[in-house]
Each structure stands twice: as C-alpha cells, then as structure tokens.
Nanobody, 113 residues
Framework: QVQLVESGGGLVQPGGSLRLSCAAS???????MAWYRQAPGQQRDMVAT???????NYADSVKGRFTISRDNAKKMVHLQMNSLKPEDTAVYYC????????WGQGTQVTVSS
C-alpha cells in the first residue's frame, strides 16, 4: 500500500500563497493522484486531480488559483495555492484517486486575517 505524508500547511492571510507537498512511500507512476480537503463539520471534497499523463482537473471553487503537479521520479505531488481565501481553510490530504480506505494525517491550512 502506498503511504502518503502531507506537509506545507500553515497560517496565511487572505490573498497569500502556500505550497503543499505530498511524499509517497513508493512509486505512484501508474496512478491518478488527487488532493482533497475537509473543513470542520463538512465532508471531504476533492480539490484537484492529475492523471498519469499530467492532465489536471480542479474543483470550481479553486480553479484558476490552485495548481496540482507531480514529480514521479521524486515520488512527490504538490499543490500550489494562490490567492487564498478564508473558505480554503481545511485539512488537506493527498491520495491515490479512488482510494478511500487509507488517509494520511493531512496538513492544516488556515486562511485568516
């Protein structure tokens, strides 16, 4: 089972930027990867996906502000978050797309003035 560790979260003011990182325990070259987030009292939502060929898709709420990328050689996935809003506050998780029986610890992102 591929294990994933998220990092890079923190406290940022509205309009600021953060870059989240996801380190994998083994190769995920054959998998679609995704970032999810979960705000207090809400369900876990998909934020962005990236295919094996590098194609990307984003939730409407983050489109144009977030960018997902992958580095298969380094076994890393990243999420560049710009123009952050308070509504982006959540715990962010990375995972293999379609895998729901495993979740890492996630990384907390708090957007507040």
């Amino acid at each position: 089972q591929v294990q994933l560790v998220e990092s890079g979260g923190g406290l940022v003011q509205p309009g600021g930027s953060l870059r989240l990182s996801c380190a994998a325990s083994e190769s995920f070259v054959f998998y679609v990867m995704a970032w999810y987030r979960q705000a207090p009292g809400q369900q876990r939502d998909m934020v962005a996906t990236i295919t094996t060929g590098g194609g990307t898709n984003y939730a409407d709420s983050v489109k144009g502000r977030f960018t997902i990328s992958r580095d298969n050689a380094k076994k890393m996935v990243h999420l560049q978050m710009n123009s952050l809003k308070p509504e982006d506050t959540a715990v962010y998780y990375c995972n293999i797309y379609g895998r729901y029986d495993y979740w890492g610890q996630g990384t907390q992102v708090t957007v507040s003035s």
